[in-house]
């Protein structure tokens, strides 16, 4: 069951397949930002569908620009677990430092761009 969210009320999401990781920007009822999320993930494809699982490393985003990780001792616990396996552990890594490293050197506005102007067209239909 999903636990209705106060936070924000909708936004839009892109997968960015390439790089591991899933861009959401989530707005509240006034359509102002609240935070851009960022999820790693990882993907795979059958012969009909593209699948995408969460592999627990967040990055969220506020307007002001400050950042924070988030959800890393759930990487841990599915480890001891078993959950995750080496090799998924490692992809996430990765890609999480890979998206810091955009955040970090500006790249992250090409993310941002590319959701709000699909935002915009959808405005305008």
């Known amino acids: 069951m999903l636990t209705k969210r106060h936070d924000f009320t909708h936004g839009y999401s892109c997968y ?14 006034k359509d102002e ?3 851009w999320y960022c999820d790693i993930i990882d993907t795979y494809k059958d012969s009909e569908k593209y699948i995408f699982n969460d592999l627990l490393a967040d990055v969220i985003i506020y307007p002001d620009g400050y950042y924070k990780v988030v959800d890393i001792d759930e990487i841990a616990e599915c480890e001891e677990k078993g959950i995750l396996t080496k090799e998924m552990i490692i992809k996430l890594m990765r890609s999480l430092d890979g998206l810091l490293k955009d955040i970090y050197s500006g790249k992250f506005q090409e993310y941002k761009a ?6 915009e067209k959808e405005r305008n239909k």
């Open 33 to 35: 930002l609240v935070y």
């Open 16 to 29: 960015y397949i390439y790089k591991n990781i899933k861009v959401s920007k989530f707005l509240n009822d």
């Open 114 to 119: 590319y959701i709000e102007g699909f935002e």
